[in-house]
């Protein structure tokens, strides 16, 4: 039996109602504004019309079924549906700000490109960082490369330098790189694993390409679990060429370089970050950002000649090798900062579309056969994932500079010509032509040879770079290589995969292929893998390839973690913090409870975090000002004890007062202290505490637990 329903009008209805009678009022420039009787704008569809009832659907009957002239919910549906677009097949995830680049001195001499003509000059820019094999919601610290795309709206068109965090990249031809990138997503039977390489795909792929492996030691490296985007070096990888007015070449290679230094997490550190808060670099970015801290990095260049290039151990051409500074020092020529988060994620970060292909005169290529492709593939890519040929009119993706050209619809075209000339030449004078003099000159680069599919002799060498990298390391960073590739190897289920792993570590050094090979527990230690080149033993070390020997010598830009309880020394939590704050670095106060607690002066600490929501994996260094009343407490919790022990494995400088000293014992340090677990305030402790903090992490502990036995 049906119900029955009212005629007397509801509490809803009765809104709907007062919605009806709202008035529509005219602005001070006469335009007819619909406004709800409270100044509230009125919601509308899509095609402006007011709408009365956002809540319920149209229908028959309060219980009756729907009806499709609802145009409203039609409307609403429609668009939801149609909310996402296809991510990117590399490089989904991603986070982006805006900023700008500042040219220190001109570079008339080597380049035409206006934004490098005088000093001082800013250019805006947009910058999005990403990492590389994971989907658009996968995890910050993957151990992955971190993609560093640059977009400069120069005055004579967009100037996108597309680079990583990493100089050298998986392959030398860019034919390979659906093959590589299939090999480290998720296989696709079983669609995992989920933003990461340590799977049989990967290692497959990877150990039956030798000329991988130079990039293989930087991705097991710290380099590829990064602190944040702030700590990062970026690369533009591939040599380029500068053309000045003359149309002069001379080669260079772009790096950018952090003003905050390098730095990295450690790999337990890594995975825990992933847990505790997949956003970590999202979040530090935009907090950075939102707090005035804008994170900046040099431009720096390497330029070098036909005649260099010559005599060089590796042809400039190819893309798995690297210049080492020490040969071919970088030249610092302007600063990027990033000072503005963008308004919304989709229209700016999202629908940002980067292509190796836009070079502004001034800037041109090299023939290095991976970049020779890339400037194929980036603009399909941004076809398919924006849906028009128009995705240059998302105002993300148009140039700041005056332009003028006759293309016109298609998909979604925003601007089109004005007037009746569409075309040129034309006999009205009408619309722009091209100019000889300020247009793009490709540089006339003598070109002659057979058509052929063939690899160049030159760059048959894959493992004497991938050994400098090696030797370049640190121990604490030779150690972390060796774990990740053990690591990685453990995930594989062939074994044979693993053996020609090993097989091609001899290639590179015998210490790190044994050390990995006794941990993967092969029986028998394989034969090195056959080399077209024997690996050269003669490179130096290059020690501007570690993060440890490059790493800053002040804590500023990053984040202390204090664990406080009620009853906290004031005082000493006071100038704890005043000290990290003069650093320019920040701090987070973690506690029991929600809130904060009550210091021994009786007044109330506002904290971060519960205990629960901020482990010491969230900091870069810790300290615990607790109180003997606190103490029964605090060890009952298993979290408490976990921020102790986790600080003291990430190998992290620990500060401590006296009475949080069972804290320590609790998490089975007691015995293990060293330099790095520092009695605060003690005679000097506090200041040799936080100047101490400067050297980041404290990597002489690492062997002495486990996580430093490779
Ligand atoms: Fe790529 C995206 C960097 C080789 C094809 N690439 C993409 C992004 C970065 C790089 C940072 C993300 C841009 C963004 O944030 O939107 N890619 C590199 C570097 C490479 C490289 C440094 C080697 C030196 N890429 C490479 C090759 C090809 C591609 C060899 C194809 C032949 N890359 C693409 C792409 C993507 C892309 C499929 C996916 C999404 C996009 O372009 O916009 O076209």
Redesign the pocket.
Known sequence: MAKKTTSVPSAQQATIAEIHDQKLRRGQGGELHQIAENDTPVLTTAQGGPVADDQNTLRVGARGPALIEDFHFREKIFHFDHERIPE????AR?Y?AHGFFETYESLAAYTRADLFQRPGEKTPAFV?F?TVAGNKGSADLARDVR???VKLYTQEGNWDL???NIPV?F?QD?IK?PDVIHAAKQEPDRAFPQAQTAHDNFWDFISLTPESMHMVMWVMSDRAIPRSFRFMEG?G??TFRLINAKDESTFVKFHWKPKLGLQSVAWNEAVKINGADPDFHRRDLWQSIKSGNFPEWELSVQLFDQEFADRFDFDVLD?TKIIPEEILPVKAIGRLVLDRMPDNFFAETEQ????TQNVPPGIDFSNDP??Q??N???L???LK?LGSTNFTHLPINAPKCPFAHFQQDGHMAMRNPVGRTNYQPNSHGEGPRESPLRGYRHFPAEEQGQKVRLRAESFADHYSQARQFYISQTPPEQRHIAMALTFELSKVETPVIRERMVAHLLNIDETLATTVAEKLGLQTMPKPADAAVPTRQDLPPSPALSIIERGPKRFEGRKLGILVSDGVNAKLLKELTGAIIEEKATVELIAPKVGGVTASDGTWVEAHHMIDGGPSVLFDAVALLTSEAAMDDLLREATVRDFVADAFQHCKFIGYDQSALPLLEKAGIAEAVDEGVIALPGDEGLPSFVSELGKLRVWGREPSIKLGKA
């Open positions: 990117r097949v590399v490089h991603g982006g999005r990403s993609g560093f795309a597309v680079g990583n990249f392959i860019a790189f690369f990888v591939h893309p940002v579309a980067f292509m991976l970049l492709g890339r194929f593939s980036y399909d890519t941004q994932r």
